[in-house]
């Protein structure tokens, strides 16, 4: 076998297949099938385009109304349970988490946002850690527990809204922070442990702010909340501004959470009735199941801690 | 060897990215014959070669996207043509291999001619099947050097290899074929 053979073959195919040679009317008609098949794919993504444009408008728009009416988190959760998306693997803030109760749906599993009531709460830390009674009402600087200190009862977690997402977003800075501004009578820390026979005290009424900076002012000091209460993690200062939240917008959609918070700063701080008193409204299911199993637990082991 | 890309907006190269079918039937007037001839040769089998004619012509309007200038329209759908003819090449086989199979031979496209023309027939028949037993990369290199007597430098270029990987794959292909010619007795 030699080379001429191989070259002659391929000579033999080269003109076999010649450009030249081949059949016009095929030609013709291998055109016209490409021309409709680039055209039917043009019609067919003009189509989708036609489809997709205004529900990508309507979507879009729907959004901006959202963010502008201030439902953007009840649109985000509600857009959160179409898509089958899990609440416990977003790293979403907590606002945006808000409860279900809110829409009369049953509360999710216990999630890492939501951590399990069996790893939540366990009673025997809560006795154990639980402030020997002291006649004299403690000074102000005792009252806000060093966040090092053993003294929580509760294990670091068990804050309800998303640590996750709290400790990845980066705190604002001391410029960027909005004002923490408590309403003139929101209730004063010291006056409140000094209260030897503390009463539940729903958060106090305070005046609306107008109506159109309400949104964003309530948002602002809930998110200054959750900053002293989740990265601070200074009770005292947390608690004044949970009720300076609620006091803000107590109609607001972040209002089981901001309770909630409200009162596991309660039980940090130790000051068990008014801390009874909050979780009380959880556990009889005022809010529907959001926190029932953990205020419940919550209660049974305060109880412990008394008795 | 880059050539300027016509950059004009009535250029052919921006009526296709603009997707004008006009501009994807001046392309097919333009270069068609070329392309389908590569495929004949490449596949081996007619219908196998229209319908991959077929599916780059339809892939032009997105497929020229990725066209940068660096060589001319017609060598750049070659390899086009070459990285689409992977599904096509194994329908071609399997095709030619069921005929042989069924032991009757495609029909001829001309009229039996003399002697020498049947022959030469006979010769790039034969030069087809031993093909199939090449891997594509082989098989596409000896297509365009052999064959369409392409430079090793514009191989390299359709087939996105350097020109020694060409030269290589060249030499593998030639002795392979001729082991494959000569278990077939072609003289």
Redesign the interface.
């Known amino acids: 076998m030699s080379d001429d053979l191989l070259r002659r073959a391929a000579d033999a195919l080269r003109e076999e297949t010649d450009p030249d040679a081949r059949d016009p009317a095929m030609d013709r008609a291998l055109r016209r099938r490409v021309l409709a098949t680039v055209a039917e794919r043009q019609r067919l993504r003009a189509r989708r385009l036609s489809l997709l444009l205004p529900i990508a408008a309507v979507f879009v728009a729907s959004l901006a109304v959202a963010a502008a009416t201030g439902a953007f988190p009840e649109a985000v959760d509600a857009l959160r349970d179409v898509l089958g998306l899990g609440h416990e693997a977003t790293l979403t803030p907590a606002w945006e988490t808000a409860p279900r109760t809110t829409r009369g749906a049953p509360s999710a599993a216990p999630s890492p946002v939501h951590p399990a009531p069996g790893r939540e709460v366990d009673p025997a830390p809560v006795a154990a850690v639980e402030p020997p009674p002291v006649p004299a009402p403690p000074a102000p600087a005792a009252i806000d527990p060093d966040p090092a200190q053993p003294l929580p009862r509760l294990p670091p977690d068990l804050p309800p809204t998303a640590p996750r997402a709290t400790a990845l977003r980066k705190p604002p800075s001391a410029s960027s922070r909005p004002p923490m501004a408590p309403p003139p009578d929101a209730p004063a820390q010291p006056t409140e442990a000094a209260s030897p026979t503390p009463q539940p005290s729903p958060p106090p009424a305070a005046p609306s702010p107008a109506p159109s900076s309400r949104p964003d002012s309530a948002l602002a000091l809930f998110r200054e909340a959750q900053r002293l209460h989740h990265t601070e993690r200074s009770w005292s200062r947390a608690l004044v501004a949970w009720n300076a939240y609620l006091a803000a917008a107590p109609d607001g959609v972040l209002v089981p959470e901001a309770r909630w918070s409200r009162a596991i700063c309660l039980v940090r701080l130790g000051r068990k009735a008014e801390a009874r008193a909050a979780l009380e409204p959880f556990a009889r299911g005022a809010s529907g199941s959001y926190r029932q199993t953990e205020a419940r637990e919550l209660l049974d082991a305060l109880d412990v801690g008394e008795h | 060897m880059p050539v300027e890309l016509d950059a004009r907006p009535d250029s052919l190269v921006e009526r296709l990215r603009r ?1 004008e ?1 006009s501009a ?2 001046a392309c ?2 333009a270069h ?3 392309i ?2 590569f495929a ?2 490449l596949l081996g089998d007619d219908d196998a070669a ?1 319908d991959l ?2 599916d780059v ?2 892939e ?2 997105r497929a020229i996207r990725s066209f940068e200038g660096h060589s001319t329209l017609r060598t750049w759908l070659v390899s086009v043509a070459l990285n689409m003819a992977r599904h096509h090449v194994r329908s071609a086989i399997r095709r030619r291999a069921a005929i042989e199979r069924f032991g009757r031979e495609p029909e001829a496209a001309a009229p039996q001619g003399p002697e020498g023309e049947a022959s ?2 006979e ?2 028949a ?3 099947r ?1 093909l199939d037993t090449l891997p594509l990369d082989q098989r596409a290199t ?1 297509v365009l050097c ?4 392409r430079a090793s430098p514009e191989v390299a270029v359709i087939t996105g290899v350097p020109e020694a990987t060409v030269r290589t794959r060249l030499f593998h292909a ?1 002795r392979k ?3 494959a ?2 278990r077939e007795g ?2």
């Open positions: 997707g079918v994807v039937g097919y007037d068609h014959g070329a389908l001839a004949r040769r229209q004619v077929h012509f339809v032009l309007p030469r027939r010769l790039g034969a030069l087809s031993a000896f052999d064959v369409e007597e030639r074929l001729r082991e010619l000569s072609v003289r």
